[in-house]
């Protein structure tokens, strides 16, 4: 079976990875992390911003950082914060865990749980270090009111002359993803393609993306992908 790495086109040479947008980022946060793990890579899970502390019994915590890293385990590195979240490591702990795993995968976006984003002129938040973005968009946007689904709607709003009760369509999910995020020419994850439907819609968003020059484009179901994955090693 194709793994996530191979389908998104990582390669040995992206080794500081942030994935922002919404609709699936810690999922596919976790999948890959467990991927790279399992390859034997010295791996890093963090954050530029903030995200809930992972509960995974093979995921490792610690605020500070282990040196030398161990090969295949996953270390989470944060600040724990009071509401269970972890925010950004410090600048010294972030510049040696750039330096030293083999992998460091970091959510740089924040999205209140919603499947879009427009993200404002501070996000994301990309460390200097970093050689690959990966921008995900959730499909169960679709048909709902903008306002409802999209974080930071009404930034959307003003900046892409949107309405707040209109319907998300491919055209929409290729805007936002076009204009917030087109800057760090990102992989494109079209995520929550459980279906047909939202596979067909998908691919609209896909030309448009690629109109807009976004080449490298990718339509899954996360969800499937980490079930199957899971059935693989039963």
């Known amino acids: 079976m194709e793994t996530l790495t191979r389908k998104l086109g990582i390669g040995a040479q992206h080794r500081v990875i942030s994935i922002v947008g919404s609709g699936g980022k810690t999922t596919l946060l976790y999948a890959l992390a467990r991927e790279c793990a399992a390859a034997g890579d010295k791996t890093v899970l963090t954050t530029t911003t903030h995200i809930l502390q992972p509960c995974e019994p093979d995921f490792l915590l610690s605020s500070g950082l282990q040196i030398p890293l161990p090969s295949g385990r996953i ?3 944060g600040t ?5 979240k972890l925010s950004a ?3 010294a702990v972030m510049d040696s865990i750039c330096k030293n795993a083999d992998r460091v995968l970091i959510e740089a976006d924040g ?3 919603l499947p879009v984003k427009f993200p404002s002129s501070t996000e994301p938040v990309i460390v200097p270090g970093c050689n ?3 921008a995900v968009a959730g499909l169960s946007a679709l048909g709902k ?4 689904v999209c974080h930071r709607a009404l930034l959307a709003q003003e900046t ?3 309405l707040p009760d209109e319907p998300v369509t491919p055209e929409i999910i290729a805007k936002l993803l076009l204009a917030g995020y087109r800057r760090w020419n990102p992989v494109v994850l079209l995520n929550q393609a459980d279906h047909e439907f939202e596979r067909s819609q998908a691919e609209q968003a896909a030309k448009r993306l690629r109109a807009g020059g976004i080449e490298r484009i990718l339509i899954l179901s996360l969800r499937q992908e980490v079930k199957n994955n899971h059935a693989g090693t039963d």
Do not use: D, F, T, Y
């Not at 724990?80 to 269970?84: E, L, Q, S, Y």
């Not at 009111?145 to 409802?148: E, R, S, V």
């Open 89 to 91: 490591p410090s600048a």
């Open 132 to 134: 690959l973005v990966i």
């Open 145 to 148: 009111p903008l306002q409802a």
């Open 111 to 113: 999205s209140r749980m």
């Open 160 to 162: 892409l002359g949107l």
């Open 75 to 77: 270390i989470v590195a």
């Open 80 to 84: 724990p914060a009071p509401n269970g």
